[in-house]
Nanobody, 122 residues
Framework: QVQLVESGGGLVQAGGSLRLSCAAS????????MGWFRQAPGKEREFLVG????????YYADSVKGRFTISRDNAKNTVYLQMNSLKPEDTAVYYC???????????????WGQGTQVTVSS
């Protein structure tokens, strides 16, 4: 089992920044690729970015490329999502998830955090 806990969400004005953290406990964190997703009311869960186990490769959705940056610290069992130039349409609940492979498909992620709300005001 892997337990994931997100933190760092909140209310920010358009153009601002937030950094989300996802702390993992349980089985060896470095065995898992990690992804960040978000889900806005009435919408499907959306893949944002993924990172390989070693952190050597990252994959971004077009909607966040150039604004969001994923990183991981395997020594701290934590993955981060730095979000810059935030827009009102970025408002959603943000989730981290763990998988054996990097994939954009939510159903292929084995473990999920409880989510953290991000609200961007205009």
């Amino acid at each position: 089992q892997v337990q994931l806990v997100e933190s760092g969400g909140g209310l920010v004005q358009a153009g601002g920044s937030l950094r989300l953290s996802c702390a993992a406990s349980g089985r060896t964190f470095s065995r898992y690729a990690m992804g960040w997703f978000r889900q806005a009311p009435g919408k499907e869960r959306e893949f944002l970015v993924g990172i390989r186990r070693s952190g050597g490769s990252t994959y971004y959705a077009d909607s966040v490329k150039g604004r969001f940056t994923i990183s991981r610290d395997n020594a701290k069992n934590t993955v981060y999502l730095q979000m810059n130039s935030l827009k009102p349409e970025d408002t959603a609940v943000y989730y981290c998830a763990a998988s054996t492979v990097v994939t954009t498909t939510p159903t292929l992620y084995e473990y999920w955090g409880q989510g953290t709300q991000v609200t961007v005001s205009s």
